[in-house]
Every structure is written in structure tokens, then in C-alpha cells.
């Protein structure tokens, strides 16, 4: 089914909950291909994408699951966060938080609860299919702009073939892990995750939207009449 792409913006969001259906090789090679057409400046084409099923991203997520349990201490690799995070950057961060965590009906103080979920982010929030973004440790900061186009490409070939997906980008606090347990060659580096299948619509992760700002906000018009 095809759809507008306004009518695609609107309806994506993060999913956090999936089905056990597959998610067959040939739809998830248009994602890929849709990826790589985004823009890029000077045609460098930044990023790589790993697509893992099965016992392959079983045995990821073990070794990643193994790696909070030894307490392996993160590994920033690229800046995420402005820091310190400004006062109405960080309104949106606690916003986008209290959303989700009122959907799973985990409370403000229950801690456990709170970093349980954040550990589904390893797990790839239990999606048939996961995917490793890895970009050239040489690539300048322009280019995790034109990573970031693909990502967004990737993103809405899945919303068009009925898929649900969300980015992880806590995987890269693991990156050297993940670079090991995929024998992944030195000069790249682990920038995000991907879940990828078919979106449970019954779950309450599932359910919520967060809020995004008004046009006034982040634009100006200059010259119009």
C-alpha cells in the first residue's frame, strides 16, 4: 500500500513492542535501498547497515545482556546529549519519558522499573529483526548528518510496508561489544540501533505520541510578502 509521504510523517512512531511475525528479507532490502538514496554530500554514502535475525541477534542480545550484568562501563564514542542539557532541551527529555513510562504505568519513583525498560533497549525490544548502523571512524560531523537522512529514509520504507521500527541509540554504549561479538571491521563505529517487525498494536508502549513544536518555534520567513 502506498501512502503520501505527509500521511507517513504523521503516523510513524517508535515502536517499542512487536508481534513474532517475520519480517521477509526482500522488504527489508527495500528499506536498505531506500536508505542508501537519501542525500549525501560529495556521494560518500556514510553508514553500513548489519540486518540480524534469528539466532545471530539471539546471541547479540545474550552478549549484551551479559555486559550490564558484568557492569561494563558505557563507551561514548560520539556526543548524543548536549552537556550540560539546556533547561527546554531537557523539558522535552523528561516530557518524552514521563509519556512513556505513563503508558507502562511505571511510576516516577520505581527506579527498577524504569531502568528494566531502558534494558529492553538491548534486547531490541524482543523485534525479529535488529539492525547495527556503523559509520567510518574518519567520517567528518557531516557526515552523521547524511547517516541520520538514510536512518530517516530507512525509517519511512518501513512505515510504508506496514512495518513498526525504532532507532536505538543507547547501542552504542555497548559499541565495542557489539563491534566483538560481530567481528565488525576496527575502523567502524557502532552509532545506533534499529528495532525492526511488525508492531504490536495492543501494547501501551505502543500507544502514546510525543509531542512535537509548533511551526513558530523552530522557523522564520523572511521575504515573504
Known amino acids: 500500500m502506498s501512502h503520501?509521504?505527509?500521511?507517513?510523517?504523521?503516523?510513524?512512531?517508535?515502536?517499542?513492542?512487536?508481534?513474532?511475525?517475520?519480517?521477509?528479507?526482500?522488504?527489508?532490502?527495500?528499506m536498505c535501498r531506500a536508505a542508501?538514496?537519501?542525500?549525501?554530500?560529495?556521494?560518500?554514502?556514510?553508514g553500513q547497515f548489519h540486518v540480524l535475525t534469528g539466532s545471530v541477534l539471539r546471541g547479540l542480545v545474550r552478549a549484551l545482556k551479559y555486559a550490564q550484568e558484568q557492569n561494563t562501563p558505557h563507551v561514548a564514542e560520539y556526543s548524543y546529549f548536549p552537556s550540560p542539557m539546556p533547561a527546554e532541551l531537557k523539558a522535552r527529555q523528561r516530557a518524552a519519558g514521563y509519556a512513556l513510562y505513563t503508558a507502562l504505568g511505571v511510576g516516577r519513583r520505581d527506579v527498577d522499573g524504569r531502568r528494566a525498560q531502558f534494558a529492553r533497549n538491548y534486547a531490541f525490544f524482543d523485534a525479529p529483526v535488529g539492525v547495527v548502523v556503523t559509520i567510518r571512524r574518519d567520517?567528518?560531523?557531516?557526515?552523521?548528518?547524511?547517516?541520520?537522512?538514510?536512518?530517516?529514509?530507512?525509517?519511512?520504507?518501513?512505515?510504508?510496508?506496514?512495518?513498526?521500527?525504532?532507532?536505538?541509540?543507547?547501542?552504542?554504549?555497548?559499541?565495542?561489544?557489539?563491534?566483538?561479538?560481530?567481528?565488525?571491521?576496527d575502523d567502524e563505529m557502532v552509532v545506533c540501533g534499529i528495532a525492526l517487525g511488525v508492531a504490536d498494536d495492543t501494547a501501551p508502549e505502543n500507544q502514546f505520541r510525543t509531542e512535537r513544536a509548533g511551526l513558530n518555534e523552530f522557523t522564520s520567513f523572511r521575504g515573504f510578502d
Not at 503520501?4 to 511475525?21: G, I, P, Y
Not at 542508501?36 to 556514510?46: C, E, H, T
Not at 560531523?141 to 525504532?166: I, N
Open 4 to 30: 503520501t509521504l505527509d500521511n507517513l510523517l504523521e503516523t510513524r512512531r517508535s515502536t517499542r513492542a512487536f508481534t513474532s511475525d517475520p519480517v521477509p528479507r526482500d522488504a527489508i532490502e527495500r
Open 36 to 46: 542508501r538514496r537519501a542525500p549525501s554530500g560529495a556521494n560518500l554514502q556514510p
Open 139 to 185: 567520517m567528518g560531523k557531516g557526515c552523521f548528518m547524511d547517516l541520520g537522512m538514510s536512518l530517516m529514509s530507512f525509517l519511512l520504507s518501513a512505515e510504508d510496508q506496514g512495518f513498526g521500527a525504532t532507532g536505538i541509540g543507547a547501542l552504542a554504549n555497548y559499541g565495542p561489544v557489539v563491534q566483538n561479538h560481530l567481528c565488525l571491521p
